[in-house]
């Protein structure tokens, strides 16, 4: 598991307040190659990589009137690119907010920060004033989901502490061989069902797990879309701009593939469809969509949440992230909880009175 680890140096000594120069560049390439190198030096999440802030930020970020907003800091020295903040700002009903890039998308928010220059945010006194600064005016900030050990490095940014919010993020660490994991993660009586209803759908039909070809990935979403419709109360995926979105990250595939999308198949037909992200050794599952209708008797969403993980592990991958959201079903597949927290910094008085509201209604 990679996880954000701040070292605090035993004597923290005296810097030139300039020593980070930290600037806005609300034009700033997240495909460009100095970009994708700090990525690949932090510990950031899969929300934070190119493709998906690239995406972000032209498919979505447009349609909800939320403007880009990327604060950056860079040696003084070398110009070399430390960290970035990738955030946006918009205005409800009058209120100015600055935001993480969430827009009810991204499960994780977390700042991208090079992993050999921590130590310098550390000693920099002058590091959140330069970042407040660099952001401007705002009524209310806003940073969310933030996972637990994420907390420390977005606290280096803002005088504000996180809380915590009143759900979790579900993961199943997987392991080798699946067979004897996958008894002891999911117990017997869970074991027993999926085998069944396996066993059942496989008898009759030519079952199969594949993942999903080039040539069909717009389709598979399409379908993904169409099989949600009218199940989930505020599914984003249902506005077609948001379809656009996830269509554009499901095709980043080959050398810089961040996605991967499965289809179940019966006798040469889809019967179900699973989209995720995927970073270093974690599937980030988000989105399913299943023809319930026809074969809703045989389970297909738990056969594949069965068959993705014994996949993602032969792949070499560990864990099976179920992301956000407290559905009892992840604990049968031995998911773990994880705490989410939320920063919110009120930037003037009416951003006080909105912060104090929005606490209230989180408790």
Known sequence: MNKPVINILPDLIEVSPDLIEISKDNSFDFLSKEYRELFNACDATAFQSPEWLAAFYDELAPQRNAKKLVIMGRNSSSGKLIFVLPLIQRKIKNIILVESTDLGVSDYSAPVVHKSHLNELLIDKSLTKSVSNAIGKYDLLRIKPI???????????????????????????????????????????????????????????????????????????????????????????????VRKFYTRIAQNLGPTEIARTYQLMADGERVGAIFG?????????????????????????LIMYDLIMSDWLTDGGEVFDFTIGDEPFKAKFGAKPTKMFEILQAGSPVGKLASFVMKLKAR
């Open 147 to 241: 996972r637990e050990e994420t907390r420390p490095l977005w606290e280096l940014f803002f005088k504000t502490r996180s809380h915590q919010l009143d759900f979790s993020a579900h993961a199943s660490f997987i392991h080798a061989p699946y067979d004897m994991w996958r008894k002891n993660a999911f117990g017997p009586s869970h074991t027993k069902y999926i085998d069944r209803k396996y066993r059942r759908f496989s008898k009759n039909h030519n079952v199969s797990l594949e993942i999903v070809p080039p040539c069909e990935i717009e389709d598979a979403i399409s379908y993904i879309q169409q099989r949600r419709e009218g199940r989930f109360e505020g599914d984003p995926i249902q506005q077609d701009f």
């Open 277 to 301: 992200l995927i970073k270093d050794d974690r599937y980030h599952y988000l989105l399913i969509g299943c023809d319930y209708d026809t074969h809703g008797k045989h389970s297909p969403g």
